[in-house]
């Protein structure tokens, strides 16, 4: 039953950056916790070990087309990875349900700020080019987004998806398939940074591990071909409910 549940996990989890460039990861640590068991240490190190490795095969098909902003990537990864070391520092002083809570606290807050932008814009928000914002804001934009989400992938075990994807497309920006490209590069340099951190303080299982890291790794792959045919519009509000449901389960479990 455990494996079933960690392949059903790892093709969901794949499945949403697939076709979002986000969201796998606020869905993994709580699958892995309320749903396979794991501890909250456990689930934060395989949680960016599957969202990494799903990300970077995700990236490929984005790569094929073109849609990926490698200027924008870089800025995120190398701003990302030192706030991701201080992020993993706290982490480990933080108890579970801490983290958890705090966990939903932010998901609820970006989803939000992307209904609020959806619903006043419609398309609008993801079919702007990055050229409308200026060089020094797009960098100064990007480098502040880059901390926020450096900082949350050490402390939470998330890629950062969902934050990145509305900074790239509501504060620079990028055009909705470019944004869950450059997504997908971020959130895998990222993830691999975190990875490293956390891998020396737990006992990883490795057999649920390799169930949905495989899952995922097919799942991102079948959904980034299919992705491209869904309505820009319709990705965020989908994205934005996901989050704010997860969210909400999380608040429940946590504070029991």
Request: glycine letters at 14%; charged letters at 5%.
């Amino acid at each position: 039953m455990t494996i079933a549940l960690s392949l059903l996990a790892g093709a969901v989890i794949g499945a949403l950056l697939g076709l979002l460039g986000g969201g796998g990861s606020i869905l993994a640590v709580p699958a892995l916790v309320y749903g396979i068991g794991l501890n909250v240490n456990e689930a934060v190190a395989i949680s960016l070990l599957v969202v990494g490795l799903a990300s970077l095969a995700g990236t490929f098909p984005k790569l094929c087309l073109g849609q990926v902003n490698w200027r924008v990537a870089g800025i995120f990864a190398t701003a990302g990875i030192p706030a991701t070391f201080a992020g993993s520092a706290l982490s480990g002083r933080l108890s579970q349900q801490a983290l958890m809570i705090g966990f939903a606290t932010v998901m609820t807050a970006v989803t939000l700020r992307i209904l609020a932008a959806a619903g006043r814009a419609g398309d609008a928000a993801g079919t702007r080019n990055d050229g409308d914002v200026s060089r020094v804001r797009s960098v100064l934009l990007s480098i502040s987004a880059a901390l926020t989400v450096g900082l949350l992938t050490g402390l939470f075990g998330v890629g950062g998806g969902f934050l990145v994807i509305p900074a790239l497309v509501l504060m620079l920006g990028l055009e909705m398939p470019v944004a869950i490209g450059t997504s997908l590069v971020v959130i895998a340099v990222n993830s691999a940074a975190g990875f490293v951190l956390h891998v020396h303080h737990v006992s990883i299982p490795w057999s649920i591990t390799a169930a949905v890291v495989g899952s995922a790794v097919i799942g991102s792959l079948v959904a980034g071909h299919f992705g491209r045919r869904v309505p820009s519009h319709r990705l965020q509000r989908w994205f934005a409910l996901l989050v704010l449901a997860v969210a909400v389960y999380t608040v429940v479990h946590a504070a029991n």
